[in-house]
């Protein structure tokens, strides 16, 4: 059975779910939680008993692959609607949890991330400046992940989001070595902080939750709300991404599928913060 219980996630792909979800099983069972978010972490990892150990930029240190006591559940989404949650939540997302987007920056004129993208006019633009800024080491990432390793389990945002009887994510569980009441309470607990589970309701989720999840974590919004301008670029830049990733056959066939966006009262662009 692993001891060290690791989970990777990447910016705007189920981090505060998994999360949570992490939280509870740990209060529950009475097993700490670490982040580790540099190889200077390790520090952090006990010499003995189970733990879990996350990274929410879906990377760990090469010292703790070499370990024969580990296994690693990893989570990554459709960067086409990272692209667009990411830009959305980088309108309003506060210092706290996000400080890089309020640091100034020389290569911006002295602005910060956010207030360069909040002066920016239009989705276009918007889209283009994540696109280059935050989205691209987001890719970066999921592509450096050390893919083939039979000790990771691989979920994708998208299979989660309709793992309502908890069946999936009860597999990745299974993968750490969680059985019987465990398990079975592990996946409760993972119903529990889901949008189609305990968080349904918008009057039962946390304050702190409300501007991550907007969008209901609605699923393929780049078909409707990516302009084909942004999506021509995202496939000369990312194209190849996408088919590495596992989310099209090949780099440019997946513009066909655009469709015009549905028409709505009171619609603003598609970078708006009332849609992130």
């Known amino acids: 059975m692993p001891r060290l219980m690791c989970f990777a996630t990447h910016h705007k792909s189920g981090t505060v779910w998994m999360r949570r979800t992490i939280q509870a099983m740990g209060r529950a069972f009475g097993l700490d939680w670490h982040g580790i978010w540099r190889d200077e972490a390790m520090w952090k990892v006990p010499g003995e ?34 692209l667009l949650s990411g830009c959305v939540y980088h309108h309003f997302a506060a210092e706290q949890g996000e400080r890089w987007l309020h640091v100034p920056r020389t290569d911006l004129g002295g602005k910060t991330y956010q207030q360069h ?34 000790r990771a389990f691989e979920l994708k945002y998208e299979d989660l989001m309709v793992d309502t009887d908890c069946a999936l994510f009860g597999a990745a569980l299974a ?10 309470a592990a996946k409760r607990m993972f119903w529990e902080q889901s949008l189609f589970g305990g968080m349904a309701k918008i009057d039962d989720r946390p304050r ?27 496939a000369e830049r990312h194209g190849a991404d996408l ?8 780099e440019t066939s ?23």
């Open 175 to 184: 993968h750490l070595g969680l059985e019987g009441e465990e398990l079975e």
């Open 117 to 150: 993208l909040n002066a920016l006019e239009g989705d276009e633009a918007k889209l283009l400046f994540e696109m280059g800024g935050k989205h691209r080491e987001t890719v970066e990432e999921m592509r450096a992940w050390p893919w083939g390793d039979d």
């Open 49 to 82: 008993g189970r733990v879990f150990l996350v990274n929410w930029a879906g990377y760990f240190p090469s010292d703790l692959w070499k370990r024969d006591d580990v296994a690693f559940v990893h989570v990554i989404r459709d960067p086409r609607d990272i």
């Open 208 to 234: 702190h939750l409300m501007g991550h999840v907007a969008s209901e974590g609605a699923l393929k919004r780049w078909e409707t709300e990516l302009p084909l301008e942004v999506a021509e670029v995202y």
């Open 254 to 276: 997946w513009l066909a599928r655009l469709k015009p966006a549905e028409p709505r009262a009171g619609r603003a662009g598609a970078t708006s913060r009332g849609k992130g």
């Open 243 to 250: 088919v590495a990733l596992g989310y099209e056959p090949d």
